[in-house]
C-alpha cells in the first residue's frame, strides 16, 4: 500500500509541478480590440473573426520579435452582432465598456452605421469615441460626405464628419458599374446590348435588402444603368425585401414569380407591364441568396442571375454546390498584392487545417492590421509606452498614417509585422500593403479594391476577370 | 482437465471465472452458498486465500479431444450465474467464441475472492486469446452480468458511464462516448471506439458509431462487457482508436432457460417495456434468443442558459420537451452446431432498431416533431476448428443499415418542410485466422486477414415540403443533392494481421511479452488511403502472487467515416457537417493516428482490498477535428493533441458489505505544458464510489453509488457562439440507489423471481453536458425504474 501511495504521490506531485509550469509566460500589457461580428445569423462568416484572430496573432509573434514592443500584446474581444444592428450597438458597448477596446471591426452597413452613430446622437454618455473600422460594408452612402438621410443622426454619422468610422472594403459604386458592363457585353440579336431575351430592349430586376446595404446598391445600379445610355434606356425593376425575413421559412417562391413576370412592380401601386428582365441582380446577404436560389432552380426559372460579392459566401456555395455551376457574378478579389494575400492565404489555411480564405477574410486581416499598426503609430506619436494609456483619438488619427505614400512596404506575416514595429518605433513611415489590397485610405477613410468578375465551376468559385478599380473609377478590365 | 473457463483453486477445485459484484469476503458468502443449497462450495468458513502459482498470460483452451465436465443443471440463486459448459472444447481462442462464466460449473458467486476480480479471464486485450485481467496486454475493464442486474442497466450507455475515463454525453438519442481524454467532437457517437459484440463490430457504418441505448442488444443476453482502454487497432483493425468494447454474450445452458422481464420507467412521465431471453443448448448445438423492447417517455425537461448568448430566442428556454419518447428494439440470436471432428459453425444475428424523438438535436431544438429512426441489422457465420497446435477460425458476416420512413427532422422555429437523411450501407466482411502454438505455453502465434467491403450512401437530405414552393406544391420532395455528385461511395479495407505472445524464460514464469503487428490498405470513395501500420507491444510480470505490473504501447488508426468525407449540407443553413471532400479545394482527409504508452499495477492489499493504478500518455496526429466553415462544419486534420492521466480502481469486500470505487484524471499538454482548460466535451476528472449489501436471509440487494464528474470543457461549436469564449460546465454528482430481491422462488424448482427498484439521479441534478449548435444538453432528471423478472 505504501508502494502505491507513493506512486500515486509522486504521479500527482508531477502533474501540479508541471502544471505550474503552465503559467510561468511573462505578462504582457494588453491593447484590446473589438470586433463586433456577425458570427450567426444570414450573414454570418465564421472565418471572418478566425481572420482578425489570426491577424492578432501574427502581429503578437511580431511584436516579440520587434526591439520597442516586445512587452505588449493586442487582445481581440469578439462580439456577435447576430446579422442586427441592434444587437451590434448592444455588444459594441459591452466590448467598449467591458474589455476596454480601443477600436472596433465591424461588419455590416447596417451594423456599422448604427454603432457609428452612437458619436452624434444626443446621448454623449453612450459615445464610443473609438475609431470604427467596416471590413464588409459595402454602402455607398457610408463615409460619404454628400450623404443625405431623414435621420440628421443617421445623415451625420454617414458623412462621417468626426472621421471616427473607416473601412476597408470599397463601396459598391464600382461593383455596379463592373456588373453592368459584364451584362452589357454581348448585344442580342436585336443589337441592343444585354438584351438576352431579344424583346428589344435591356431590363434587370433587382432584387434587394430593405436596408443601407441594399439601397445604396441598388442605387448605384440605377447609376450605372442610367450611365449606359442605351436605346431604348435601360429599365431597372425594383423588389426590395425585409432583410428581417427568416431566410428558411420565408416563401420565395411569389416574390420570384415577381422578378420573373413581364410585370414592373418598383412603384406596386402602378404597375407596368414593360417586358420580362433579362437578368436578375439579387443584392441579399449570403444565406438569403442561398434560399433564394435554392427555391429559384429547383422551380425551374430561366431568367438568369448575375450575383454580387455576398453570394461569394461560403454558405452559398455549401448548400448548393455544384447546382450553382455557370452561375456569375462580381466581388471584391479574396486576395490581393501579390506576397501579401500569398502569406495570409497560407497562414489563414494553416490556422484552419487547409481550408482556404473565403471571401472578405483578407478584409478582416486587413482591418484588424491596420488598427495594430496605428496603434504602434498613436503610442510613438504620443510617447505612450503603456498601450492601456492610449485613446481611441490618437488611433483614429493614426490609421491614416498606416499607409503613407512613400513609407516603406509593409506587407503580411509575422517578419513584416516586427519589421512595421521597428520602423515605427524608429518614427520612419510605412505603407501598409494589405492582403485584400492597398488599403490606402481616402480623406472620407474609404479604400479601393479590384474586382473578380467570378464563375462557379465544379462547384467552386473561380475567377475569370479581374477590374482594377484601384488604378482607375472607371475600374478597366485587366488580362 | 478443465474448460477455458475454469481454474483450479489452491485445492484443486475448479473455480468458476465468474465476477461477483459485491466480492463478499468468504465467510459469511460461504454460509449463504451452503444455506442455499449449493453443495459445491464446502461450508469452510476459510476463504480460499492461498496464492495460486502464477498462472500464464495466455490461458489455453483444452485439447480438443477432452469432453468438457458434464453438464449440471443449474440452481437458480440469485446472481449466480446460471449455465454450465455447453460448448467445449474451444477449437481457438476468440471474443466471438469465448465462453462466459456461466458456463463453468455451477458456484456461487459469493464464493470468489477478491483476487477473482483481477484474475478473471477476459479475451478482448489478446484478440480473443483469454488471459488474466491483472496480465492481460491491455487495460480490461469489466461489467459483469451480475453487475448490470443489480444496477438495472438496460443499455450501454449506462454501464459505459461508470468505466473509469470514459464519458458518456448523452443527447438521448445516440449517445458519445470520449475515453481519456479524447473525444470525436460534435455528434461523435462511439466513432472512436470499436464497439464489438463477441469480437465482431457492430456499428452504423457510414457514422462510425454503435448505438449505446437499450436497441444495441438485450442486456439479458449479455454475460459481460470489456472495454480495453487504449489503441487496439494492431488486433482489430480501422477504429478500435483509444478504447475497445468488447459485449460477451451468455452461452447457452444445457436446459431450457426462460427469461421474461416487464418493466416501468418513470421519468416525468411513465415508460414500459418487456424483455425476454430463450437459451438452450448441448456440447453440439445450442441457441440463445433475446429480445427486447421499450418505450420511454423523457419529456417535460427544458433547456439551461449555460453561456450569455441570444443564439435563441429566450422563450425556447423555457419550454420542455414534449412527446419526448423512445422505442428501442433489440433482438440478438446465437445459434451453433458442429463436433469436435467437423469444427463447430456458429451464426449470430442481430437487430437494432433505433426509434427516438429527438428534442434535443442541433437546429432541430424542442420542435416536438423530429424522430430520429434508424435500422441496424448484422449477421455473421463463423466457423472454428482445432488441431493439437493449430486452430483455425474463418468468418463472414453481412450487415446493413438505414434510416427508416419514420425518421424526419424539423428545423427550430420553421414548419415549411421537413428533412429526412438518407445514408444507407450494405457491408459484408470476413476473416481467416490461425493460432499455432509451436512451445505450448512458451510460444503462440496468430496470424491472418480480413476484409471489409461497404457500399454507403453519402449523406444528404430530402426535403419534402409542407408549403408551395416555386413549381412544388406541398408534399413535393426535393433531394438536396447536386446532380453532379455521386450518392453512394464503396469502401474497402483489407488487413493482415500477426500477433505473438510468449512467456519466454523458464526462470521467470511471470514474465510475459505479446506484440502486435497488422497493416491495412483502405480506400474510400475517390481516397486511396496510405498504407495504415499499427502495432501493439505488452510487457506483463507477475511482482508477487499479490501484486502485478504492465506496460503497454501501440499504435492505433482511425479512418474518416463517409459522413465525414462525403456529407452534403441542406438540414438547415447552419452548423450541418459536411463532408470533407464536398467542400472544393481541401485536401483528402487522411487516417488519425494515436500512440500510447501506458503502465499499469494491479494487486491486493490486506485481503480485502484490490488496488489497480494506471497511468498514460496519449498523443493523437492527424487528430480529426471539426473546423467552420461557412456556419457549417468540416472534418479537417488539426495537428497534435497530447495528454497524459491516470486512473485508479479500488475494491473493498468484508462479508456481506462490499465498497468500489475509481477515480481518473486526464489532463491535456497545450504547447508544451498542462493546459489550464479541460479538453472540450471532456471532464478533467470524474470518479465514482458505490457499496454493495448483499442480504439474502430477507431476499435483499442494495446497491448505491455516487459518480462525480468534473468540469467540461464546452464543445469548439459552443465556444464559437460564445465569442469564442472558452468555459466550462460545472461538476455534478448522480446518486443512485438500486434495490433487488435475491432468491425469491414464487414458482419454487429452479425458476426466481426477480424484483427490482431503482432511483436514478435521486438529487435530481440537472447540470448539463456539452452539447453544440448554441445549447448543452440537458440531463434527464430523477427516475425511477420498476423491473418485474421471471427465471424459468
Redesign the interface.
Known sequence: ?GT?GL??GV?LGT?CA??A???SEPKRAALSLGAVID??G?R????W??SI?LAADVANQGLLASMAYAGMKFEI????S?SDPI?AVKHGREVFRENGAKALITDSSEDDIALNMLGYDADPENDLNVPLICMACTSPSINNPTATSSDPVRQEALRNSGKWNFRALMNSTPQANVLLQIATAQKGPTGVPGDSNRDGQFKIAVYYSADSFGSGFLQALKSAAAALNLMPSAIVEELPFDPKL????Y???AD?DKLTDAINGTNPNSPLLDGKPDLIIDVAP??FS??LMR??L????SVPFLHIHNFR???V???????L?GQEGTSHVLLDNGESGQVFASLLAAA?????P?FEDSNSFDATNVLMLASLIAMKQSGLSDPGALTGSQIRDAIPRTSEPGGTIIRTGVDEFTKAANLIAAGSAINYEGASGPMDFDANGNVLNRLAHWQVT???FVDMARYDCVASVSCPLRP | MFTSRQRQDSRGRARARGRSLFRPALPLAVWLSASLGHADEPANPSPPEIEPPPAPLIVDPPAATTPPPPATPAPATTLAPVAVPAISPRPTADPASVPPADSAPIKNIESLDLKDLLNEPVVTAGGGIEEERSLASANVYTISRDEIAAHGYRSLAELLATVPNLYVIDDLVLPSLGVRGTTGGVKAGTRLVKVMINGQSVNFRPELTSFLGPEFIPIEAVERVEIAKGPLSALYGANAFIATVNVITRDPSPSLHVEAAGRATFYNNAGFGGSGLLNYGDKNRGMLLAITLDQIDRSGINLQRTFT???FNSDLFERRSNDDKANPLGVFGRFYIGTDNVGRFILSAGLQRLDSKGEFQINSVLTHQTRIALVNAWLQLRYEKSWSKVSLVATTGYSQGDPTSDYRLN?T????SLFRPNYGYKAVDGKAEVTYKPLGERLSLLGGVDFEWTREQVLYYTQTLN??????QPGDT?DL?????SREQTYYDVGAFLQLASTPFTRLPGLHFTGNLRLDKIAFGPVDFPLQFSWRLSAAYRISSNWTARLFGGQAFQNPSGVMLFA???F???N?V?GNL??????ALSPQNITSTEAL?S?R??TYLT?E?A?YYRALQNEI?F??????F?A???GIDRG?G?E?VLRFSYRWFSAYGNAS?D?PIRDG????KPSPLFPRGMGLIGLDIHVPQIYLHANTQVRIIGPRGASQSNT??N???FYELPTYALWDLTLSSVGLRLFGGDSETRVLVSGRNLLGETAPDPGAG?FDLPRLGRSFLVEIRQIF
Request: hydrophobic fraction near 40%.
Open positions: 500500500m502505491t506512486r500515486n504521479l502533474v508541471l502544471l509550469c503552465g503559467s458570427r450567426t444570414p454570418a462568416t465564421a472565418s473573426s478566425q484572430r474581444a469578439l462580439a456577435d447576430n444587437e427568416n431566410p428558411d421559412t416563401n420565395w417562391s420570384i449570403p444565406q442561398a434560399a427555391v429559384y429547383t422551380s425551374g426559372g459566401s461560403t454558405s456555395l455549401r448548400q448548393l454546390g455544384s447546382e455551376d484552419q487545417n487547409g481550408i482556404a473565403a465544379g462547384g467552386a | 448568448n441570444d443564439y428545423l422555429g420553421n414548419n415549411t408549403q408551395v414552393q416555386g413549381l412544388l426535393v443533392i447536386a446532380r453532379k455528385v452534403q449540407p441542406g438547415g443553413s447552419a450541418n459536411i464536398t467542400v472544393a479545394g481541401l485536401p499495477v494487486g492489499l490486506f488496488l493504478v497511468a477535428e473546423t467552420r466553415q461557412g456556419l457549417d468540416v479537417t486534420n488539426a497524459i491516470f485508479s484524471f489532463a505544458v498542462f493546459g489550464d464559437y457562439i465569442n469564442d469564449r448554441g
